[in-house]
């Protein structure tokens, strides 16, 4: 009877959540692994002893790799660079989140807490993630072309960012110390926003191809691959999300353990901070080491600059108004150490990354100033 469906045909459902769930493009882990690490967190397993511990240790670390698959999802889906933008804007804002609940929390270091976050943030990005990017890539591509204006133009904002909100506090005379007044702070604030937004607008819009990947033969079949269908990627986009709250949180939990494991061993606090840093950072890590290992240095440069960019451009306005609504003191300005390595950083980055092509020596030469910065950081 016409509109009747045949017997044994399978109905239409079923087949919309195979296609909806294709193993190649959502496998089952990177969808389990997120709703894991939120359970953990309702449940706390970073709070039921050392098995609870170990447990949250490994969700955490599922939690990232499922973060870094569903952001190429979505980041294959869009194109670039738009791609690039999803997992460094997610991230800077749950990690906006996490620094503000801190400060409020009342802790010892909760002035200092932004500024050591943002600069930490900096040099994991800056050396640690283009070091590795840079090293590996070279190593088993032997050399490595990206696109020179756009990373030139994230350049030139970071280090306006940079200097404007971590340097400059500590030579204005209105307030004594790192610190910056009410009105300055809003002025740094609107600056480091404005900065940003520019940035992504030329990003995005008026010079995209700035930032776009050259055509390299022979690697670039990811590219080519047929992209997910539009439900696919929203699943993914909201799967990311879950996986980088787990992220957080879960490093959140594991925290009270770290500082104690860092204090009995007679090390600086400021290794928890550069270790919470690390995690919170490492889906966006790995997804950049995974492009330069396929010869797609362009996309691991558009996600390490980026997510810097994102991480002043978005933490220093949102910190600066909580600052400023709940009265909470802040403090910018770093150190003469800190300076120094900021500064070194910056002038290296330039040159390293101002011929567009590069080898296994820059890659070291970042790592190495990475080094140096945990170095001094357990030995100051």
């Not at 506090?169 to 520019?198: H, R």
């Not at 003191?329 to 002038?347: F, H, R, V």
Request: net charge neutral.
């Amino acid at each position: 009877m016409t509109g009747t469906r045949a017997e044994g045909q399978p109905t239409a459902a079923p087949a919309v959540a195979r296609k909806l769930l294709d193993k190649n493009i959502l496998p089952l882990w990177s969808l389990a692994l997120p709703v894991l690490g939120v359970l953990a967190i309702i449940i706390s397993l970073g709070k039921l002893g050392g098995v609870g511990v170990a447990l949250a240790a490994v969700i955490l670390m599922g939690a990232v790799l499922a973060a870094v698959h569903h952001a190429e999802v979505v980041a294959h889906r869009v194109g670039e660079p738009f791609g690039t933008l999803v997992l460094a804007v997610a991230v800077t804002v749950i990690e906006v989140s996490l620094i503000v609940s801190l400060m409020t929390s009342g802790g010892g270091d909760a002035a200092t807490l932004a500024r050591d976050t943002v600069f930490a943030a900096i040099m994991i990005i800056l050396n640690g993630i283009v070091g590795i990017c840079l090293l590996l890539g070279g190593v088993r591509h032997h050399e490595q072309v990206f696109a020179l204006k756009g990373v030139s133009a994230a350049l030139c904002v970071l280090a306006a960012m940079a200097v404007l909100s971590l340097i400059l506090p500590n030579y204005t005379l209105s307030a004594p110390g790192p610190f910056f007044t009410a009105s300055q702070l809003i002025f740094t604030a609107v600056v480091s926003l404005t900065l940003y937004a520019t940035f992504v607008l030329i990003q995005t819009v008026r010079h995209r191809d700035y930032f776009l990947p050259a055509d390299i033969d022979g690697v670039d079949e990811d590219t080519h691959a047929e992209p997910p269908t539009v439900a696919q990627a929203w699943l993914a986009f909201a799967v990311l999300v879950a996986a980088l709250v787990s992220v957080v949180l879960l490093a959140k939990q594991l925290a009270p353990t770290l500082e104690r494991a860092v204090l009995s061993a007679g090390l600086p606090l400021a290794l928890v901070g550069v270790a919470i840093a690390a995690l919170v950072l490492a889906p966006e890590s790995l997804a950049a080491v995974r492009a330069a290992r396929r010869n797609r240095l362009q996309t691991s440069l558009n996600l390490a600059l980026g997510s810097a960019l994102a991480t002043i451009g978005l933490t220093i306005p949102t910190v600066a108004i909580a600052s400023l609504v709940l009265d909470l003191p802040i403090a910018l300005g770093i150190g003469p150490k800190s300076m120094t390595l900021l500064g070194l950083s910056l002038i290296v980055s330039v040159l390293s990354l101002g011929t567009g092509r590069t080898t296994v020596l820059q890659g070291m030469v970042h790592l190495l100033i990475f080094a140096t910065y945990l170095f001094v950081t357990v030995v100051p």
